[in-house]
C-alpha cells in the first residue's frame, strides 16, 4: 500500500487535479483559514504543481472539505436561517415587493406626467398612451408578485441579499487585515 501511495505522489497531476485545488484554497480564504497573502501564494504553486505530492503538501494542512449538512464546527458562510417571527417573513415580503414594483411606481408617474404636459401644451386630451406602458408591465408584475409569493420568492431573495452581505463584509475584513498585516508589495 505503500509503494502504491508513493506511486501515486509521483504521478503527474492534470488541471482538473490543479483546479480541484484551487476551488478548495478558495473556501478556505473564504472561510478565513488563510490570508490572502497565502491564498494567493499557494494558488500560484497549485497552477505550477506537476504531481500530486506537489498539490497535496498545499492543501495539507487545511481540514478535509465537509459536507455543510455533516460540519458542526461551523454554521457554513451562506447559510441563512429562516425567519424566527412571522413578522420578519412579512418584512422580507414587504422589501421584494418594493424591489419588484418600485421601477414600475417610478416610471408610470413619469409617463403620465409626459402625457399630462403634452396635453395641457396641445390644448386638448390626447390619446391616453401611457397605458401601453403601464398596463401590460402592470400584468407581468402581478403575474410575478402571485407566483412569487406563492413560492417563497421573498425568502429566496432575502437569502441571497445576506449572502451578497456577509461576502462584502468578509471582503471588506480580508481587505483591512491584508492592509494593516500584510507583506509590502
Not at 421573498?154 to 451578497?164: H, S, T, V
Request: aromatic share 8%; charged share 30%; net charge positive.
Amino acid at each position: 500500500m505503500l509503494a502504491g501511495m508513493e506511486g501515486r505522489d509521483g504521478m503527474r497531476a492534470a488541471d482538473a487535479d490543479r483546479t480541484a485545488v484551487a476551488d478548495r484554497l478558495r473556501v478556505a480564504l473564504d472561510e478565513g483559514r488563510l490570508s490572502l497573502y497565502e491564498y494567493d501564494e499557494r494558488l500560484q504553486q497549485a497552477y505550477a504543481a506537476r504531481t500530486y505530492a506537489e498539490l497535496d503538501a498545499l492543501v495539507s494542512d487545511l481540514p478535509a472539505v465537509t459536507p455543510p449538512a455533516a460540519s458542526a464546527l461551523a454554521e457554513p458562510a451562506d447559510a441563512v436561517p429562516a425567519p424566527a417571527h412571522p413578522a420578519a417573513a412579512r418584512r422580507a415580503a414587504a422589501r421584494w415587493l418594493a424591489e419588484v414594483w418600485l421601477p414600475y411606481l417610478q416610471v408610470v408617474p413619469i409617463v403620465v406626467a409626459i402625457w399630462a404636459i403634452s396635453s395641457l401644451y396641445a390644448r386638448d386630451l390626447l390619446y391616453f398612451w401611457p397605458g401601453w406602458v403601464a398596463g401590460p408591465w402592470g400584468a407581468l408584475l402581478l403575474v410575478r408578485t402571485v407566483t412569487g409569493l406563492a413560492g417563497g420568492e421573498p425568502r429566496r431573495w432575502e437569502a441571497e441579499r445576506e449572502r451578497r452581505r456577509r461576502r462584502k463584509l468578509a471582503k471588506r475584513a480580508r481587505r483591512r487585515a491584508l492592509e494593516a498585516g500584510g507583506p509590502d508589495e
